[in-house]
């Protein structure tokens, strides 16, 4: 890597943008058109460029370079059916997307049936990426062409590894004795703690080394509510076996957990052996562009689910 290559403060190389990786498919392109109005597909691509450049200037993430943004994750994940049913027959059931980004996922849920007054959202505040410009939520209100009136889910900035937002503690095993909050009274996610039926978090584990992901899973156990049927569900960097695959894009390597050790890490590991069911499987994915990866090494997304029994 050149040394004039420009990297972020956590070892992420700065790449220019590029408007040759603007890719949609039909169902995505249908789900923009709908949400925000634009018909033409040349004037949405414009509208999705200019919120793309804006955006990448608050963090640049390699997903909102390669228009990431645009896939559906959530609503392609097997897991999917599951977590709407779970909105629309447990009542009060709150659906928690950390690290929302824009917040594409929850609009779609929220469209497929997920009630909107149980769902609340959570990212980077731009004051702890030292910034001043506009955080990706506000930004998702620009890319979607609504308001906090029109789309009024709830947004809880705050960094995943901060106490004061997000403290790990062990799962709950008996309901929580503080009563559901109001959403949008919340200003961190710790008083959720308990209380969330569903949590989606794909393209975040990661983002981090394996201490700082055993990290997140436990706080992400200590929010999750011990009604059976309780979910975690998300999709991320992966591997066949445990340990680090190469990434030109970062002047670290990215940590990957497989599907064996995913499930050894939740089942026994954040909760108690048994009392959790965990899905997780390797999906392949085209290869990037050159570079990006070690030359020959394929790129695997771990995908995965866990329900409490």
């Known amino acids: 890597m050149s040394d004039e290559m420009q990297t972020t403060k956590d070892g992420r190389v700065i790449q220019p943008l590029d408007p040759s990786f603007y890719s949609i498919d039909d169902e995505a392109l249908e789900f923009m058109k709908k949400l925000t109005g634009i018909e033409d597909p040349e004037e949405l691509k414009q509208h999705i460029m200019s919120v793309q450049r804006e955006a990448y200037t608050i963090y640049p993430y390699n997903c909102i370079r390669r228009f990431n943004f645009l896939k ?34 929850i609009r779609k849920a929220v469209y497929d049936g997920y009630p909107i007054e149980n769902v609340v959202a959570s ?13 990706f939520w506000e930004l998702g209100h620009k890319l979607f062409k609504s308001t906090p ?19 790990p503690i062990p799962p709950f095993y008996s309901p929580p004795a503080t009563p559901r909050p109001e959403l949008s009274t919340i200003t961190s996610l710790n008083p959720l703690r308990g ?21 997140l899973a ?33 002047t670290r390597e990215m940590f990957c957990h497989s599907p064996a050790s995913w499930k050894e890490l939740w089942d026994g590991g954040i909760f108690r052996k048994g009392t959790v069911k965990v899905e997780a ?3 392949e994915t085209e290869r990037r562009e050159a570079g990006d990866i070690a030359p020959g090494m394929s790129r695997h997304l771990l995908v995965w689910s866990i329900t409490r029994l």
Request: proline content about 8%; some cysteine.
């Open 218 to 250: 436990r706080a992400l156990g200590g929010l999750l509510s011990p009604e059976p049927g309780s979910m975690i569900l998300g999709a991320h960097g992966g591997a066949p076996e445990k340990g680090f695959r190469p990434n030109s894009m970062r």
């Open 123 to 135: 990212d980077l505040h731009p004051a702890l990426m030292q910034s001043i410009r506009p955080e």
């Open 281 to 283: 499987f390797l999906h």
């Open 72 to 105: 559906l994750k959530l609503g392609r994940l097997p897991a999917y059916e599951q977590l709407l049913t779970l909105g629309k027959e447990r009542k009060g059931a709150i659906f928690l997307d950390i690290g929302c980004c824009f917040g594409n996922d």
């Open 195 to 215: 209380h969330v039926s569903a949590i989606h978090a794909s393209a975040f584990f990661h983002l981090f080394d394996e201490e700082q992901q055993l990290q």
């Open 149 to 167: 009136e029109t789309f009024p889910v709830p947004f809880i900035s705050g960094d995943a590894f901060d106490p004061a937002h997000l403290e």
